[in-house]
């Protein structure tokens, strides 16, 4: 299967890919015997997640102090990250899902990607123990922490950005709506000082503006890096 050679690992018992890559519309769906689909898998790579990205930051992070280390790692493993980590993956193409989650965008569904990343560590782990999960997770979710971070709560870091270096008033403005009702595409467009610095898009108007808030950022520490 393709997806192990992306992900550079081999399992041994097959059905637990294919469990872990096995929405809950899927096996509804299909009337697949009970606990078919992906959300046990799910439940245990989320503890395997936290266990392993707690470990990497003690480690890596010997002078943050404990508040700081939660909310380093909750940036790391929440949801968007995690939906964000999987486009490297190609994981939504993978997935087994329903026909009506199919019709509705479920292959972009940051809730739905980021359960099945999950689902993969729990497969991995079940397959081939502590070490290869943990290769995993390192190789594709702790990668790039300060861009993950940065992706992570963009528009509170953006707005402290902005007024600490006095940039003036920012604001956010909707210039696009797209797509039927279940599965909309919003547009956003972010100003800062009254010029248009960035545009964004998502499918809620907070995570379009997350990741104008999240372009602008880039932008404004670029600039700054070279003024330095």
């Known amino acids: 299967m393709e997806f192990q050679q992306i992900i550079g690992y081999e399992f041994k018992q097959g059905g637990l890919l294919v469990q872990a890559l096995t929405h809950s519309s899927y096996a509804n769906e299909k009337r697949m015997k009970k606990h078919s689909d992906n959300e046990r898998l799910e439940f245990l790579g989320d503890a395997v997640l936290e266990i392993i990205s707690s470990e990497f930051l003690y480690r890596h992070f010997p002078d943050l102090p404990e508040g700081e280390?939660?909310?380093?790692?909750?940036?790391l493993v929440c949801e968007p990250t995690l939906a964000y980590c999987t486009k490297e993956l190609?994981?939504?193409?993978?997935?087994?899902l329903g026909k009506g989650e199919e019709r509705t965008g479920?292959?972009?569904?940051?809730?739905?990607?980021?359960?099945?990343?999950?689902?993969?560590i729990g497969a991995i782990y079940l397959d081939g123990g502590f070490a290869n999960a943990k290769e995993f997770i390192l190789k594709f979710i702790l990668t790039d922490i300060a861009h993950k971070q940065l992706f992570y709560d963009s528009k509170t870091i953006l707005q402290e950005?902005?007024?600490?270096?006095?940039l003036g008033a920012m604001s956010y403005k909707l210039t696009g709506e797209s797509g039927?009702?279940?599965?909309?595409?919003?547009?956003?467009e972010l100003s800062i000082g009254g010029s248009k610095m960035s545009t964004g898009e998502g499918h809620t108007k907070k995570a379009a503006e997350q990741e104008a808030a999240y372009h602008a950022?880039?932008?404004?520490?670029?600039?700054?890096?070279?003024?330095?």
């Open 69 to 75: 280390l939660t909310k380093m790692r909750a940036s």
């Open 90 to 96: 190609k994981l939504g193409e993978y997935l087994l």
């Open 106 to 120: 479920g292959r972009l569904r940051k809730s739905i990607l980021s359960d099945a990343l999950e689902a993969v």
């Open 161 to 166: 950005t902005v007024q600490g270096r006095g």
């Open 180 to 188: 039927p009702d279940h599965n909309k595409m919003f547009t956003v």
């Open 217 to 228: 950022l880039v932008m404004l520490n670029g600039s700054h890096s070279e003024q330095a």
